[in-house]
């Protein structure tokens, strides 16, 4: 959906998902979600390399940004991109001196969040903060 959001502002952004669902229903959604958003813009603006987790170094050397939690935090880190915290409660933020240590604290997973973000609040604070990072 960012990915929508950005490319219909003229950002040439593409969204990959890297990594696994261990429920099958989950699979199913992020295929079906990445299936409307490629539909919709009539173009192909998000991938999933779901069965590629063993390769995401590669395609983390692609990537403007990364969004994760834990491992893949650690992983953007690495290759040296912008890496933002997205947990189970939504969208935790983007890792920077002022954050690091919180974001730490609990792993890069966002339990440190202490309200729990609507879909809609964590995909406009994920455009914001994407769009604000691409643009400098």
Do not use: W
Request: glycine share 10%; aromatic share 6%; net charge negative.
């Amino acid at each position: 959906e960012v990915s929508r959001r950005l490319n219909g502002e003229g950002m040439s952004v593409c969204f990959v998902h890297i990594g696994y669902a261990d429920v099958p229903a989950i699979a199913e959604e992020i295929y079906a979600e990445i299936k409307a958003v490629n539909e919709a813009s009539g173009k192909v603006i998000a991938v999933s390399a779901l069965d590629e987790s063993t390769r995401a170094q590669h395609f983390l050397g692609l990537a403007d940004v990364v969004f994760g939690m834990g491992r893949s935090v650690f992983e953007g880190l690495a290759a040296g991109r912008p890496t933002f915290v997205v947990g189970k409660v939504g969208f935790a933020g983007a890792i920077d001196a002022a954050s690091v240590d919180a974001l730490a604290a609990s792993n890069f997973s966002g339990r440190q969040m202490t309200k729990e973000l609507t879909r809609e609040e964590s995909l406009a604070e994920m455009h914001r903060s994407v769009k604000e990072v691409l643009s400098n």
